[in-house]
């Protein structure tokens, strides 16, 4: 047996798409045996759904599915279908943890909803994803990651002055909220449920877990009682020491000289010591010093800055590429981009663990790809499995 952290405990994950996917990703390179419950229709449509608007639709599956969905199993049911239903009860009875990506409501009308499964399993965690939470006005509607920062406020905070807001590269809410809260939240009810023996619901909505680490802008509105317009705080470019500046060849560099001695050392690199009084400088002795620095950045390409700056020990970075990240020598050299058992680059875990545990080489699962063998585990009978197959209850890939 796998001495992975969470070997020989079975999540049943009835999400899709990004958000509850990634955070059973955490679990099953933890040693989960995490089971995809996917429609027997589209089922998880990221299988197909390029992230690339001008890319045309995938037959197969996308890099980014494959991605997050490595290391799971498929089984694809009916969940609308009282056959279907009861297959699913009869998999949940010995099920450790359970996380479903529903509108609030969904799971109860199915009959799969937590009350109902607690009865079944008593020390069930059981995990509700959604945007907004069970429960409050906005309760019921849809909406994904732009949303959500909208009504945290951080669209409002990110971008240049007197721009629009900036839309990331990085789904925070999704992968903040929808991931690693959810994560957190279910190690942490797993825990007490092997130490008590008692479940536990977790409602994880993506604009809470968003809000609730907008740690600097409250620290502002409770210090100062107000919050820096946008671009104009300490951490979006309302001082020179923090802050992105072009270099000659049109990159870019990032300084966060924040600290004093990282200052003082930039100033020193560019023999510009006239420069370390204006670290925090704001208004026109602020444009003044960042100007400053923008012309002297502007002197050298991104690679002279970066060689000069190497050994500086000041806090400023190259702004690489994708590509030139993913080749970076500290992330290959920690092993962070890793090739997939089907031969695509793949993230390692962001975590290390001493002693390593043997990693699951496992592929993501084509739709139904496991649906015999996950019934089969459960009990039930070769001759059920075939009648639920043919009656379009479960469908498993050939």
């Not at 009959?111 to 399993?121: M, Y």
């Not at 409770?222 to 270099?247: I, N, Q, W």
């Not at 009978?381 to 197959?389: F, Q, R, S, V």
Request: aromatic share 6%; hydrophobic share 45%; glycine share 12%.
């Amino acid at each position: 047996m796998s001495d992975a952290p969470l070997a020989g405990m079975r999540v049943l994950d009835l999400t899709r798409l990004l958000p509850g996917p990634m955070c059973t990703l955490y679990l099953a390179d933890l040693g989960a045996d995490v089971v995809k419950i996917e429609d027997t229709a589209a089922g998880d449509y990221a299988r197909t759904l390029s992230s690339d608007p001008q890319a045309a639709p995938r037959p197969r599956m996308t890099a980014w599915y494959r991605a997050i969905n490595r290391n799971k199993r498929s089984l694809a049911i009916d969940l609308k279908s009282p056959r279907g239903r009861d297959a699913f009860l009869t998999l949940a009875k010995d099920a450790d943890i359970v996380v479903e990506g529903f509108r609030p409501g969904v799971v109860g009308a199915l009959g799969i909803g937590f009350s109902a499964l607690l009865a079944l399993n008593p020390r069930l965690v059981y995990c509700s994803l959604s945007g907004y939470g069970q429960t409050g006005p906005r309760s019921a509607l849809a909406g994904h990651d732009i949303n959500y920062l909208g009504y945290a406020g951080v669209l409002d905070q990110t971008g240049t002055r007197a721009g629009a807001p900036a839309l990331a590269n990085l789904q925070i809410a999704d992968l903040l909220g929808g991931a690693a809260s959810a994560a957190i939240g279910i190690l942490g009810a797993l825990i007490g449920a092997l130490r008590h023996g008692r479940g536990r619901y977790i409602d994880v909505a993506m604009a809470d877990a968003v809000l609730a680490h907008q740690i600097f802008a409250l620290g502002a509105l409770e210090d100062t009682g107000r919050v820096a317009a946008r671009g104009a705080d300490l951490l979006t470019g309302g001082v020179p020491c923090y802050g992105v500046y072009e270099t000659r060849d049109a990159r870019w560099l990032a300084v966060g000289a924040l600290e004093a001695k990282f200052w003082r050392a930039l100033c020193a690199t560019l023999g510009r010591g006239d420069l370390v009084c204006g670290q925090f400088a704001t208004g026109d002795d602020g444009a003044r010093v960042r100007s400053e620095l923008e012309r002297v950045f502007a002197t050298d390409t991104l690679a002279g800055w970066t060689a000069r700056l190497a050994h500086a020990d000041c806090c400023v970075s190259p702004v690489l590429t994708f590509d030139e990240a993913l080749a970076d020598a500290q992330f290959c050299a920690r092993g962070m981009v890793v090739t997939g058992a089907d031969g695509s680059r793949q993230y390692a875990p962001p975590f290390r663990l001493e002693p390593p545990a043997a990693p699951a080489t496992r592929n993501a699962p084509r739709q139904g790809e496991h649906s015999r063998e996950v019934l089969a585990e459960a009990g039930l009978a070769p001759a059920m499995i075939d009648a639920l197959i043919a009656d379009g209850v479960v469908s498993a890939a050939s």
